[in-house]
């Protein structure tokens, strides 16, 4: 007399019922699997060259200062992404940077207002819907106690989320820096990006990640 339990089509239906038991498992398992986690970009200080006058050109573009246009520098466009911990990005969020001339100088009392008048040496804009931002300026230099750095400062109306420094990856001199020195390893490299060769200029791109 066969064997019924092991006749083909019992077999067939003990694959199906196993592959359906099975199946949602794995589903399940490969959904349970966490995204990767994203880490808040470190803030740092402002420093003490914050405009205490802002120009009155504060658009996107530094290399041009109302109507002069400053030819100092390596020219450089610095973009990324406003997003939040979830990826989401912080629609009307407010972006500034401020930096120094190719000279070293701010256009600031504190340091003698002879920063070149036709670098404008402080931009402002506002992200677009998907996040994004970007600036014309100039690759930054070093001076006296400080590697090459830009600040920046994100804001959300009257809340300010971030204030941080943005560093070049590679320069020789962030390794002598007190500030870059001081965060950790996964910290630097969250603020430490390469200015690469573009078509018009350097191009970096530095994504930010704020609690909002």
């Not at 064997?3 to 083909?8: F, G, I, L, Q």
């Not at 809340?159 to 390893?185: I, K, M």
């Not at 078509?199 to 970096?204: E, F, H, K, P, Y």
Request: proline letters at 8%; charged letters at 25%; a positive charge.
């Amino acid at each position: 007399m066969p064997d019924v339990a092991s006749s083909p089509r019992r077999l067939v239906l003990r694959a199906a019922a196993a592959t359906a038991v099975a199946a949602p498992a794995l589903w399940l398992g490969a959904r349970a699997q966490p995204a990767a986690a994203r880490r808040l970009t470190p803030a740092q200080t402002e420093g003490p060259f914050y405009p205490d006058r802002l120009p009155a050109d504060q658009d996107g573009d530094l290399l041009r200062n109302g109507t002069l246009r400053y030819g100092g520098g390596q020219p450089a466009w610095v973009e990324g992404r406003v997003s939040d911990l979830d990826g989401r990005p912080v629609a009307g969020a407010q972006v500034e940077i401020w930096q120094c001339d190719e000279g070293g100088r701010y256009h600031h009392s504190g340091d003698g207002n002879r920063a070149d008048p036709a670098f404008q040496g402080f931009g402002r804009v506002t992200v677009r819907a998907d996040g994004a931002w970007r600036f014309r300026t100039i690759r930054p230099v070093p001076y006296t106690g400080r590697t090459p750095h830009i600040h920046f400062k994100v804001k959300l109306g009257a809340r300010e989320l971030l204030t941080t420094q943005l560093y070049v990856e590679g320069d020789a001199g962030n390794a002598r820096d007190g500030l870059w020195h001081r965060l950790s390893a996964e910290d630097r490299a969250a603020v430490t990006v390469p200015f690469v060769p573009g078509s018009d200029g350097l191009q970096a791109r530095f994504p930010i990640v704020v609690a909002a």
